[in-house]
């Protein structure tokens, strides 16, 4: 992993950053024979194995009874973000001097989570026989007349959320470039240095995203009450909030003095794998919420519309996600939309939780049509 540092000479210019006194205890084992950091990294390495084999068992209940591909695709995308969390943090905290340039990676891993599911609400929506009316107003869709421009609304929520994968992205080189550069200084608060900014923009740019996914649930609330969204929310915004939470509490303490090096821990340690290795301990409590958030079973008493390996690869394939800049939210929702209709099935209808056999709808337990239920 040494591929990932790049060799500093000493400046004497204001913005290099200062020399840190790393200095602590010698280190001794923690565990048995394990020092702290061959323990941490033991730890996250078994319990991101643990979380990635639910969140797999869960995709390929969804891949096998692949009966919504415009939906399941984003619940897919959205479970994958455990996985890409998992690794990253493991890799942080097994290459702990590489783990500042790769940290950054859980924020493009959670951008690509919250646009998937605001895609994802939109099916929910169109589930409604007046979906594409309450998304875009009343008259919205007459045969083929389609209102030309999208609501304000729904153009601020829409590119709020989609601005945070350019955004994770450019932040992400941003912090590769400067510690490469030696001004990122990840210790130092001074507005000299690049840490303080690109947190600030990263706080942003992460909260901007989260307020407008949760502006646009409030706004068709009547039309996604069915699909307990609000837990579907709870089970993956929980860690786009603790990333960004536990790392800067922890920041704070170290730049105040308040945790420092130990017999057991070096400052590497504390300052690069600690929130990692928090994060990664979390992991498998997130798998199980998104198991039970998320499942398949709804979507079992239809036919599948492609096989297995053809459902992960339209996962995978984020060209409309990417798109969706360009296209707009009229224009990606009318294709949506389209393409349920091609399938012969509009999205999914929610099941009550009430365990009677109906829907909040009044459909019957299954797959609901346009026009039929298949059950």
């Known amino acids: 992993m040494n591929f990932f540092l790049v060799s ?150 829409w590119y709020a959320v989609l601005q945070f994968i350019p955004s994770a992205i450019i932040l992400w080189i941003a912090t590769v470039v400067s510690l490469a550069a030696d001004f990122y200084c990840e210790s130092s608060n001074s507005p000299k240095h690049a840490h303080i900014w690109i947190t600030v923009l990263k706080a942003i740019v992460t909260v901007i995203a989260v307020l407008a996914s949760i502006r646009f649930y409030k706004q068709m609330q009547p039309q996604l009450a069915a699909h307990n969204v609000m837990k579907k929310l709870f089970s993956f915004k929980g860690i786009i909030f603790l990333n960004v939470f536990q790392t800067f509490i922890i920041n704070i303490l170290i730049s105040r003095d308040d945790i420092n090096p130990t017999k057991y821990m070096t400052f590497e340690d504390i300052q690069t794998g600690l929130p990692s290795l928090i994060l990664a301990c979390e992991m498998p409590f997130f798998a199980i919420l998104l198991y039970f958030s998320f499942p398949a079973s709804p979507y079992k008493n239809a036919k599948p519309r492609h096989g297995l390996f053809t459902a992960v690869l339209q996962a995978i394939n984020l060209r409309d996600l990417l798109s969706a800049f360009v296209r707009g939210p009229m224009r990606m929702v009318r294709e949506q939309q389209e393409g349920l209709m091609r399938q012969g099935s509009f999205a999914l209808m929610a099941i009550s939780e009430e365990g009677n056999g109906r829907n909040k709808y009044g459909a019957e337990r299954g797959y609901a049509g346009r026009g039929d239920v298949h059950v």
């Open 8 to 157: 500093r000479d000493p400046k004497s210019d204001s913005t290099t950053c200062p020399v840190e006194d790393t200095s602590g205890p010698a280190i001794v084992p923690l565990v048995g024979g394990h020092t702290f950091h061959s323990f941490a990294t033991i730890l996250s390495g078994a319990c991101g194995i643990f979380s990635t084999l639910i969140i797999v068992l869960l995709i390929l209940q969804h891949a096998r009874h692949y009966s919504s591909p415009i939906q399941q695709r984003q619940v897919i995308r959205i479970l994958l973000l455990i996985p890409w969390v998992c690794f990253f943090c493991f890799l942080i905290v097994w290459q702990i001097k590489a783990g500042p340039y790769l940290v950054l990676a859980l924020d493009v891993g959670c951008a690509f989570a919250l646009a998937s599911f605001l895609l994802l609400m939109c099916d929910y929506v169109l589930s409604n026989d007046n979906g594409f009316q309450a998304l875009f107003g009343p008259g919205a869709s007459k045969g083929d007349l389609y209102a030309p421009n999208s609501p304000a609304w729904l153009k601020r929520d």
